[in-house]
Structures are given as C-alpha cells and as structure tokens.
C-alpha cells in the first residue's frame, strides 16, 4: 500500500633508607595514636596499641639492625614475622621485618635500629594498579574494533519549540565495558545502555537531548574503537492539512466517570442513528459494589473481622455487630441474631475478665447459622487470633463506597459504539478501547472525542465522510468501569477492576484498595500463567495481579468477545495513560533467556513502524507534541514485558494490527531546561490538551485502516547484492513499501511455506543473506493487505515469482 517506508532505523615505588621521623613524615610508618604504648611487649599481647579494632593493621617490609643472633632468636619466639633474609653488617645483622606501625615503635623501643621501608601498602597498591593497566592494554592492543550498527538518527521540537536528538546504536561487542559517545556540531553526549532482564538491547539516550540548530550527522565513536557517521532525519512528518472551516472538535470539559461516558455515547447513537448504533455487550461486571465489613480491635492476635453475605447495597450496610461483656464470671460465649442486628456476648473466666479470644469469636461467629446467613467472620491476616477481644458497642457495617446514588451498584451493562455506514461487516473494522486501566482518566475522553468528531463532522466534512462510509468503527470509551467509578470516588489511585479475588488473609477492610484483578494482564497470549513476565498469579493485592485464571472477568471477555463475534475488525488501539509511549506486539517475554513472543515478520514489523509515522504525526499537529522514537516500537523492545496484554491477545489470535497508546507525553520545561511527567490525573487544562492530541491520532489510525482497505496494489521488490568477493556472495531485497518477502535458495518455486527475509536484528533494516556457490534466488513479496507481487499464486502452479542468478567469484 502507500504508506511511506519506515526511516533508518606505575611504575614500581624504589625508597631510599630513612629514618623512622622521615618515613612517619611521610606516611609510609603509620603514627602511632595517642593511646599507643611504646612497650616491648610481643605481638598479639594486648600491651601495643591501646586502641581495640576489629580490622587488621596494614604491615610494611623493614629494614632493622639487630647486634646478635640471640636478638633474631628472641624476636622469633616473641611471634614478630621476620623474613628469611639475614645480611652481617658492621653492627651486628640486617634482617627484615613484616611489622605494624606499633610493632615498628615496639622495636624501636628495644633499642633496635629500623633504617628503611622495602615496601609498604602504597607500593602493592601502586604494582596492582601497574597489573591491571598493563593487563587491560594488552587486552585492547588485540581486541578488534567493535562494529556499530545505526538504529535511528532523528531530531524533533517539543511543544515550546525547543529542538532535541535522538540517536539508537548497536555495538557487536555488548559484553564490553564500552562507551558510545554522539558528538555533532557544538555538543556531544555518552549514550545510556538499554538492558533489559540482563539482556543488552541498544544503545540510547534515556531523554532525547536538547541541541540548538538540527545536526545534518552525528558522529558516533566507541571506547573499543568503533566509529560511525549517521545522517540525521526528522522525525514524524509534516503539518496535516487544515480542517475545513465547519469541521467541529472540543466537546470535552471535563473529566467523566464512567456512568456519564457511557450515557454520552449512547446519546450520540440515538442522535445519529443513520450511522451509528450501540452494541451491548454480553458480560456484565461485576458493578461497583462490595460486601459489607466491620473491624473490631486493634492489636492483631486480637483483632477480627466480619464481611457481610450480600452486597453492601443490597442489605450488607444494614447489618449491625455487638460485643458485649456479661459483667457475670464463668460466663459462656454466645452468639445471638435480632433480624440484622447481631450480639455477640464474650465468654468470662471465674474471676469475671473476659475470656474469649478473637479465634474464639470467629469460630463461634461462622458456627451460628443465624449469624453465618448474613456475614462470615475472619481472623487479622491470617493470624492465629490468640488474644482476648475487647467489648464494642453496635458498630454498623458498611461497604465503604462513595459515590452518589446516580452511580449505580448493580452489575454495570458496557456497550460499544459502532459507527459507519455499512455496519453489516463488509467493510475493515477498527476498534478503539480505553481506560483499561481505572485511574488513567484521560484515556475514555479520549474515546468520547474521537467519537463526537465522527459523527459530528459526518454530514458536512469529506474526510470524515469517508471515513464513515468505509470503515466499521468499534468504540468502548471504558472497558473497566467498576474500577474507574472507584478510581473517582474512593481511591483515585486505582488500577484494577473491583472484584475481590483475596482469601481472608487479605480481605479485612483496609485491603479494599487493593483488590482487583489488572484487565491487561487478564487475556490468553503470552500471559503469566504460561509464564511469561510482568503480573502476577498468586498476589492479589499485586497492581498486576494477573486473576485467578486467563479470561477469569468480564470486561476482557467482553473484549475478547468483541473481536471474534465481528471478523471484519483488523486494527485496534488499547488507549492508557501516562508516558507518550506508542507500541505494538510482541509484548511479553519469559524471563529465562529473555524468550519472547514470537516477533512478527519484518514487512509487518515496517508496517508498524510506517502506520505510526502517520498516526504520530497525526498526534503531534494538535499542539507540536512529538513522542519519542525510543518510546516506539515493539513493548519489549522500549518498555517491560506485560505478560498477558490485549494487544497481544487480538494480535497473535486474530491477526488484528493492534497498537497501545500511552497518552501523556513528558513536557519540556524550558526553566529547568528538563522533562516534567504528568501523571494519570493532571489539571484539567493538561488533560484535555492530552484527549484533543490523541483524539487526533485515533482519527489517524482510522485514516490508515481506510487506506488498507482499498489497497489493491502489489508491491514492487529488488534483489541488491552489498558485497561481492572470491569464496561469497552478500545479498538482501528492498521493495516499494512494507511488505513480506518470501524466498527460496534451492530451485524451488517459493510459497508460503518458504523462508522469510527477517530483519538483521531488534530495530534493525533486513537481514543479509550469504551463498558461497552461483544461486538462483527465487521470491516474490506480499503487503499486509495481501497483494503479491505480479499477480503471483504461491499455492497454485505459476511460474510469476522473482528470479536472479546470484554469481559468486572463486577463490
């Protein structure tokens, strides 16, 4: 099709013999401390050094003068380490000595003669240091100079104009302590090394970085010896055409919890019921609701709970529990029900102090079937509850939820928007989901914009009236609205849904914030059950608790259900908040090895990479806002793995393209000359600046699936031979535009079934292929839209593949 092709991706100390006052001038005979002892005691007794340590004193090598052989004898069985080195002199013997700053002075004190150092701590500090150079010298005189690989080379402006770099290189020797460094004209930069779970990936910079004027190269060198020049691209395209002047946008002021939401698009589809419908979608939530619960107690062992049977909102609030003290000794436990009022009266031992415990009352609590009918009752996090309850007056139960009767509790209906004009799955589908995630409250006015635009715009814009006419537009603005209408009245900061998946252990009242299972971690594909990376399968309390089982709730069900129950669908975008990330599958991998999903083909992956020029281009006409190239690509390349994902899930199950958007882009702050994150939930002003510009790139990935859907054209493909000399031959192919290419090196007819041209590595261009006899290369290509290359049939009998003899010189 004609989306554009993707862009570039000691020496040794000699001491003269000194007196003790000259070598303690200088530090090679440690001063003694105020404390020491000049004693002639031996070693090890205590009497030298008043100071206790438990770290051992640095020694030197000395030069003593002893009168006799008596001496050298005494100092031996006094346990000093003499050398076995003894030389006569005219006063007696030279011996030398393993000694102490305190043992020098101990012998000295003898009357002994130290007349110089031979070596000392600063000496084997000096040839270790000499060892380790010459050792790293020899090393870099044979190791070869590291290959660099450019990734990408591109320079953008923010949003206040200011223009930065950023630059991806690859070296071949990772393992290395190299340092790539990016100089151009007027500043240079080291790059930072992205590992990712032990795994060297690329060279980057963490932050593009702010450069005046734009660089036509830069020059990329390495501490091994690499050096590589790269040209250097805009990144993202020009400015989009103006909409026309009655093209109508904005209709977002304010944030919206999930019940306005949904009442906007329903709204929206009765209004405009000649393109638009809403679809109800079979899995309801399981609300925004909870049991009720009361605590009693404060110490641990001592501490219960008890969560009411039915819904807070369905009669759990109106439970009351009593703990009474008979005021009688010996008094038994006993429990008793008045309609929902329930009295608990504590045991007493003989001497009339209450007995009972918190196990006790628990126990006592589920065995009572009037009890039991309306709450259960559990120990503090699972602890054995061995101490004595307290008395309490009526405390009420309560699910401790907030927000306003108009909410409602009852399990929650999602709906999708359909929008098109042939709504009967003849034309390509594109669904656009949002706010997976509760607290990420700019993604679902997102969803909302996006759709007023369409609908609004249809009966007096061109662009959108294609748009309309040509595509089968899917939208849920809010796949989890049970955490979402938590995330805005009770705890902003959630991220899951609201269901309770916790044992007793972890379902007392101050864990409520964090029950949930994470939607995006709770699909088929790569998922943590499978044992994939990045959520969890036995914490529920986890921010990526993964559910009890794959597809275990029903707003990824309904998802799920979405994307089978309408083929026709073959783009979507997971809309999240908060980064300025852009990303596609794979996105999860095994930790062991660092095993991904399988990658898709290099025509695919370019394909990727040329759709997001559009849509980021798209993004960045509303305000300048640029996200980062090293914030786009593949999830695994540029963030985690998310083991378990949506995108993943529609990608490697239905061969969806489907895309995450992460809105929220950093902001360049030209005071603090830094980048500023803003967060799931920033000042309005911020937020609806953030739904206007990715509202924009919806519309943009609606753009590009109208151009897949009436791409009829085939692509054009080259053999290139790179390299051509005695003993082999180097070659690869580039075609028009993205686009698969399947080969054979064999003679046989190329189908199917034949080898891929892969790419040569991550964010690497293609691979290059090597045969060392003539060949007769055999291939053809295919776009994502299915056109080959010169009407080809790979499954039937025709001879229209590709063809080119490849010579190869000998030796």
Known sequence: MSLPKPALRSSSVRLAALGTAALLAIGLIPALTATSSASSAPPGSGAIGAVSSSTPAATSLIRVIVPDQATIDTLLAQGYDLAEYRKPTAGGFEINVVATADEQKALQAKGLSVIGVISGPAQAKANTAERTASINAEAKAARVADTLTALRAEWFTSTTGQTFLSVEVKTNDPTAENILTVAWNGGSEQMDRFVDDGEYMYHRFNTPIAVTGVPKNVLVTSTDGGRLSIPVTKWLGGKRPNPPKHYVSDFIDHYMDPTEVYGRITKLAGQFDNIADVIDLPYKTNGYRRAAQAQFGTAAASTFYVTSKAYGSEGGNGITVSLVNPGTASWPLSVAVNGSAVLVTLGTDSGGAVSSTAADVVAALNASAPAANLLTASTYRGNAGTGVVAPAASTALTDNLKAPASVSRDPFQMKALRIGKSRDGSKPGVFLYCQEHAREWVTPLVCVETAERLLRNYATDAATKKLVDNLDIFIVPVVNPDGAHYSFYDYNSQRKNMTDHCDAANSDPARRNSWG????????????????VGASTTNCTSGTFAGPAELSEPEAKNEVWLTEQYPNIKFAMNTHSYGGYFMWPPGAYKAEGRVTLPRPDLGTE???????GHILSAVQDYRGTAIWPGYTGPVIDVLYSAAGNSADEVWYNR?????????????????TQQWQGVGFQPDFSEGHEEAMEFANGQIGILEVAMAYGKDKKAPNSKLVVSEKKPGYTDFSFTVNEPATVYYTLDGSRPDFNSPKLEAAGTREGPQTLTVTANTTVKWFSTDVAGNIEKGYQPTGTDDG?????VTVKKL
């Open 606 to 612: 370019e394909y990727f990479w040329a759709s997001s």
């Open 517 to 532: 299972v994470d939607l995006n971690r709770n699909f088929t594909v790569g998922s943590a059950f499978d044992g994939f």
């Open 655 to 671: 061969g969806i393209i489907g895309w995450d958007f992460e809105v929220g882009a950093d902001l360049w702050n030209p005071d």
């Open 801 to 805: 593949y590709r063809s080119k003899l």
